[in-house]
T-cell receptor, first 116, second 115 residues
């Protein structure tokens, strides 16, 4: 069965610090998809990134970067030079290829607080 | 703006009542998903519809039901409501036209409070 673990429940950093959010997943499928979503205080879930299991290239988007390592079943998310607006709950999620777009399984989330 | 529209945004109702949450997926998306987010259970998958048919079922209670209409909008019906049903209910959609691993986009959610 698929499972996503975000061991860090809450993280607090001072503005401009770098912070890494950890995500470890379990799946028996060889083809799967990993996602990160952001949930700001207003409540909506905002899509950040999708990565398939065959693409282990790290990705950078502005201050955001993602490190995917199949060897350790991890898909970690780093925010560089954090800002107060980055304060949110961040969710890692997994979807197995299966017989179609299987529903996302989410981790419990990591609450990030960036202090000015 | 994800393109997924949910109504109502906020709802307060009494125990034992029945409510309907409505969702319009992104234009062109065939799959609709419903998720429940509560403090103790996190984000839980309830049910998925694909082009009008039920495709996958998660931890959905028997008191809850959903459907997807020919115009692809979806409704989640919650009946005999209990205090523990208070949660944020998300609708999400994806293209799913024979492809796998599509990005799933979420609406802003419907906050349900049962008093």
């Amino acid at each position: 069965a698929q499972k996503v673990t975000q061991a860090q429940t809450e993280i607090s950093v001072v503005e401009k610090e770098d912070v890494t959010l950890d995500c470890v997943y379990e799946t028996r499928d060889t083809t799967y998809y990993l996602f990160w979503y952001k949930q700001p205080p207003s409540g909506e879930l905002v899509f950040l990134i999708r990565r398939n299991s065959f693409d282990e290239q790290n990705e950078i988007s502005g201050r955001y970067s993602w490190n995917f390592q199949k060897s350790t079943s991890s898909f970690n998310f780093t925010i560089t030079a954090s800002q107060v607006v980055d304060s949110a709950v961040y969710f890692c999620a997994l979807s197995e290829a299966g017989s179609g777009n299987t529903p996302l399984v989410f981790g419990k989330g990591t609450r990030l607080s960036v202090i000015a | 703006d994800s393109g997924v529209t949910q109504t109502p945004k906020h709802l307060i109702t009494a125990t034992g009542q029945r409510v309907t949450l409505r969702c319009s997926p992104r234009s062109g998306d065939l799959s609709v998903y419903w998720y429940q987010q509560s403090l103790d259970q996190g984000l839980q998958f309830l049910i998925q519809y694909y082009n009008g048919e039920e495709r996958a079922k998660g931890n959905i209670l028997e008191r809850f039901s959903a459907q997807q209409f020919p115009d692809l909008h979806s409704e989640l019906n919650l009946s005999s409501l209990e205090l523990g049903d208070s949660a944020l209910y998300f609708c999400a959609s994806s293209v799913d036209r024979g492809l796998v691993g599509n990005t799933i986009y979420f609406g802003e959610g419907s906050w349900l409070t049962v008093v």
